[in-house]
């Protein structure tokens, strides 16, 4: 059973489509990986997978994979190039909510984490679409952001479909679909929060050390 609403359930999205499945999961996999957060990315993938397992989707396992590996890598060139033009003029009057600090903080950030952050957002609901357009307003290095987003981009469409394909099967993964996505959040997360810790450590150690006055220099 699905704790999604319908028009969410992967099961309800992909049925009865014929030939227009897959367009129809290039879609939403191109929409939530480029402009809009609220899609089953995850279950969707995995629901493909077990249908093409079980025969609902008369297609060739390669085929639904590549096609939705590239329209996730589509659809993140595009959220890097809204990033990418949009922000600078949200930025440039340097207001309350948009301080041109913020980018160089992110600019920081993806310098730093970029390309563990790129790959492990792919696993993260909303996450996977907001870090596209923060990769372009952050200004990070395009070829760094191009390169591991494609290793994402893999790991996440293929993989998630050729999941659903070899465990969609079971019926305990099958009537857990949902459930089992949340705790691959979960864990997709915890990198990102031991970095996080970790950083907040580094820097309560370092303001917390004190300060060493230099020698007085020999006349």
Not at 9 to 38: D, K, Q, R, T
Not at 185 to 201: D, G, M, T
Not at 204 to 212: D, Q, S
Request: aromatic fraction near 12%; include cysteine.
């Amino acid at each position: 059973m699905s704790i999604m609403p319908d028009w969410l359930n992967p099961e309800i999205l992909l049925s009865g489509l014929g030939p227009a499945v897959l367009g129809v999961l290039c879609l939403i996999i191109f929409a939530e990986s480029s402009v809009f957060p609220v899609l089953p990315g995850d279950s969707l993938l995995f629901t493909a997978g077990l249908f093409v397992a079980n025969g609902s989707i008369d297609l060739p396992l390669w085929l639904v994979c590549t096609c939705a590996t590239a329209a996730a890598l589509i659809g993140n060139v595009v959220g890097f190039g809204i990033g990418w033009k949009v922000g600078p003029a949200l930025f440039k009057k340097n207001s309350k909510f948009f301080k041109q600090e913020y980018v160089d903080q992110t600019h920081a950030f993806l310098e730093k984490h970029g390309p563990k952050a790129v790959v492990l957002a792919r696993f993260v609901p909303f996450v996977r679409t907001f870090i596209t357009w923060i990769a372009g307003i952050g200004r990070m290095d395009p070829k760094k952001y191009f390169t591991y987003t494609v290793i994402g981009g893999i790991l996440w469409a293929a993989g998630l479909i050729v999941l659903g394909s070899l465990l969609g099967t079971i019926p305990f993964i099958r009537d857990n679909v949902d459930a089992i996505f949340i705790l691959i959040v979960l864990v997709s997360v915890l990198p990102i929060v031991f970095e996080y810790l970790k950083a907040r450590r580094e820097k309560k150690r370092t303001a917390g050390a004190p300060e060493i006055a230099p020698e007085p220099q020999q006349p």
